[in-house]
């Protein structure tokens, strides 16, 4: 009965007009005070806003970005999805009413629902991974998808245990349903239905040694669920070919996180290049490494090695074409799925 409840949507009659829902109940943890990514670490676990850490990041990418904006727009959100919840009780009444309203069609969206951008499924285009790109353009990917149902999930109930979780090029949900014990993965990219352990483990070739080290397949606090956001912005300091600031939001990464592979592959790759291009400029001028220079060089090349050592010795692998088209294949797979689950 449960996993009925789970994968087919009892279509609740939901009356009144949700546009004027009232928000005097608003579940806002944090307000904005003009923090940045800087000031995420310092940051007590249980005063952590997953929506507006996700925004400040989102900010800190494009700062055009206007963040009480988004705020509202969340907490709106997790309003018209309390509404729906009504007097339900329940962690997984609360869970299905987010999954309903993101997912299927109705007067709760505006008939607009949220989906996976099929044109983009690795999130590579500029700010694609941002919170903001997808609550603009309801289409988004393995990482704006679960920010987004933590966010509303958080607001409308934060004592639901529900929790971000790492796979390979991958972020999907967990919920623990308080009231019977039952353990649930939420594969977001498909419309929030279930997936198990073991389809993981097999699609995107995790190894045994990764889910032991609890670098995958773990449930993430907040901070390390953010930590992994934050690499969209080393990622976009990297494309600007500016290393150093790129550096300084991989140890952010590893603050947040310490067992991050994603940050320590950045890192480590990072420092490598700042090493390489060093070792190039020398070249140019034609000349040897001064000492210090020398000491620098040395340096870099044996953190670099250390990051990434430690990385596989977690259980991380490096992409490869393979696992890029397995993972792909994967996701298009489990569409497919929950299409013919639809029907």
Known sequence: MKQALFIVLTVFTISGDLSSTDLSDVNRVREYNGQTVWDLPSIPEQDIDIGLWALII????????DID??????DTMAAQIRYMVGPRDGDMVRFMMAKMYQFDTGTWNGGRVFSYDLDDPMGEKPGARLLTTYLDTRKGNCVSIPTLFLALMERVDSTVPFHGVAAPLHLFCRLHDRQDGSVWNVETTHGGNPARDQWYVEKL???QLAIESGVYMADLTKKQFLAELVGVLVSKHRQEADYHTALKY???MLQLNPRSVTGMVQKGALLGWIGHMLQERIRAE???????EDRDLRLYMVESENYISRARSLGWEPESPESRDQYLKAIREARMNNRHIKE
């Not at 989102?58 to 970005?65: G, K, L, T």
């Not at 034609?286 to 210090?292: Q, W």
């Open 250 to 252: 991989a140890e952010v």
């Open 58 to 65: 989102a900010r800190e990418c494009v700062s055009s970005v």
């Open 286 to 292: 034609n000349r040897r490494p001064t000492a210090d």
């Open 69 to 74: 904006k988004y705020l509202h727009t969340l």
């Open 205 to 207: 070739r995790i190894t």
